[in-house]
């Protein structure tokens, strides 16, 4: 019912930039909060960055000044900029959404997508 896609992976040298997006798609009454999560092998997964409806964002120590978040609410998507990437930055990153799906649910729920590599040589 509720996909989040997400693109814009890849492999980049240290001090390179990166651009994630993500996508919800489906049944979708409103979108709260977004975000990206991380996990590195062998490593519990983190947050990175969130953004509300309103635009309040929130970010992890270790990326604060490099990343970005932003989301285009007409379009239901998030964006991840990164910049000053650092071999540290890899990990699978994986998109977060706080979803209500009809104007009848009280709650809202939570959805991820299918995670995205990001690689960071040195």
């Known amino acids: 019912q509720v996909q989040l896609v997400e693109s814009g992976g890849g492999l980049v040298q240290a001090g390179g930039s990166l651009r994630l997006s993500c996508a919800a798609s489906?049944?979708?009454?409103?979108?709260?909060?977004m975000g990206w999560y991380r996990q590195a092998p062998g490593k519990q997964r983190e947050l990175v960055a969130a953004?509300?409806?309103?635009?309040?964002?929130n970010y992890a120590d270790s990326v604060k000044g490099r990343f970005t978040i932003s989301r285009d609410n007409a379009k239901n998507t998030v964006y991840l900029q990164m910049n000053s990437l650092k071999p540290e930055d890899t990990a699978v990153y994986y998109c977060?959404?706080?979803?209500?799906?009809?104007?009848?649910?009280?709650?809202?729920?939570?959805?991820w997508g299918q995670g995205t590599q990001v690689t960071v040589s040195s």
């Open positions: 953004i509300t409806s309103g635009g309040s964002t």
């Open positions: 977060n959404a706080e979803i209500v799906r009809t104007r009848w649910d009280i709650i809202a729920y939570d959805y």
């Open positions: 489906g049944s979708i009454f409103r979108l709260n909060v």
